[in-house]
């Protein structure tokens, strides 16, 4: 691929040559390739076929997961999780170890504790890292979905954006059946805080736990808004939220 440098930015197609616009730009690059229909059945692409599929349920299996933890990752997300997500799954992929290349699947391979690990701690929104958002350590209840943070001074242990006057804490609690489709996340009530409160224990417990049957994930949400006039507002587009995974099971 090339970049375009030129004033006049093109999209399209000139001469057999690709304009178009990216996340990194104004591209250019040779339109060609091989007739899909060859790759469908030539017996000499049957290895792009079987990487097209395990490509094709990595990128379903990470969709699934987004989609289950929509009600906290739409404030919380960066403009490359989808591929960042596929690929991790595209790794507990790998692990399937019961089925041939071609038929490997993110479902099996999620029974491995290996493939829960490479879950472990994934964040949602890479530019607001939980690390290096919350310094104070916390306590994760895996059968209730409970997070404790004992004596949360945001002052001291939040690393916090200019303009904020407040944040907000949840878990989310999600049962995800990476086999069936199937997914469920119950949200906890929020906890607001101002930046400038005192330290206060914590407690973020969702009132059930979802019923589905799948792989658990908890799930920690910190969101920072400026209150004007009773009502809150979001800091540039949401980019300073966190949301990230804190255990799986």
Do not use: C
């Not at 290895?47 to 990128?59: Q, S």
């Not at 943070?149 to 690393?159: C, E, F, H, T, Y």
Request: aromatic fraction near 6%.
């Amino acid at each position: 691929m090339a970049q375009q440098k030129s004033i006049l930015k093109l999209r399209g197609t000139i001469g057999g040559i690709s304009f178009y616009k990216s996340k990194d730009g104004y591209l250019a690059r040779e339109k060609g390739g091989v007739d899909a229909s060859r790759i469908a059945n030539d017996p000499g692409f049957a290895r792009t076929r079987e990487n097209g599929a395990e490509f094709a349920n990595a990128a379903s299996s990470g969709k699934l997961l987004r989609d289950a933890v929509r009600a906290l990752g739409k404030d919380a997300s960066d403009g490359r999780v989808t591929s960042r997500l596929t690929q991790v799954m595209a790794q507990i992929k790998n692990m399937d170890e019961a089925n041939a290349r071609g038929e490997r699947s993110a479902a099996e391979g999620m029974s491995k504790d290996e493939a829960k690990a490479l879950l472990l701690g994934f964040n949602f929104n890479v530019n607001a890292v939980l690390g290096a958002v919350m310094y104070k350590p916390f306590d994760v209840d895996t059968e209730t979905g409970e997070i404790k943070i004992a004596g949360l001074s945001p002052q001291n242990d939040i690393n916090l954006p200019g303009g904020a006057s407040h944040i907000i804490l949840k878990s989310g609690f999600a049962s995800i059946n990476f086999l069936t489709g199937e997914s469920e996340m119950i949200v906890s009530a929020p906890v607001r805080l101002a930046v400038n409160g005192a330290a206060q224990a914590v407690s973020l417990k969702p009132a059930t736990v979802p019923v589905v049957e799948g792989t658990h994930f908890i799930l920690l949400s910190i969101d920072f808004v400026q209150e004007v006039n009773n009502a809150d507002y979001s800091l540039n587009n949401n980019s300073y939220n966190v949301l990230a995974i804190v255990a799986v099971e």
